[in-house]
Nanobody, 124 residues
């Protein structure tokens, strides 16, 4: 079992930046590939970015276009999402997720554990 807690969301103006954190507890963090997803009102959950257990490989959603970056610190049991050049369409609840596999996954059905989400609101 893994428990995930996101933090760092908030209100930011368009063009600004936010850094989300996801703290994990429970089973050894390094066993898991990690991902971030988001869900806007009335829309389906959308893949944002994922990272392998050893940080060697990453996958990004098409909309990211170099604006977001994922990283992890296995010693701190934490994964981060750095978001730059934010746009109003990035407004959503952002979820951290853990997949019981070493390589990153892009499908939300591949993930076994989820955090409660953190709200990100980008004003125009």
């Amino acid at each position: 079992q893994v428990q995930l807690v996101e933090s760092g969301g908030g209100l930011v103006q368009a063009g600004g930046s936010l850094r989300l954190s996801c703290a994990a507890s429970g089973r050894t963090f390094s066993y898991y590939a990690m991902g971030w997803f988001r869900q806007a009102p009335g829309k389906e959950r959308e893949f944002v970015v994922a990272i392998s257990w050893d940080s060697v490989t990453r996958s990004y959603g098409d909309f990211v276009q170099g604006r977001f970056a994922i990283s992890r610190d296995n010693a701190k049991n934490t994964v981060y999402l750095q978001m730059n050049s934010l746009k109003p369409e990035d407004t959503a609840i952002y979820y951290c997720a853990a997949a019981d596999t070493r390589t990153q996954r892009v499908r939300y059905t591949s993930y076994d554990y989820w955090g409660q989400g953190t709200q990100v609101t980008v004003s125009s």
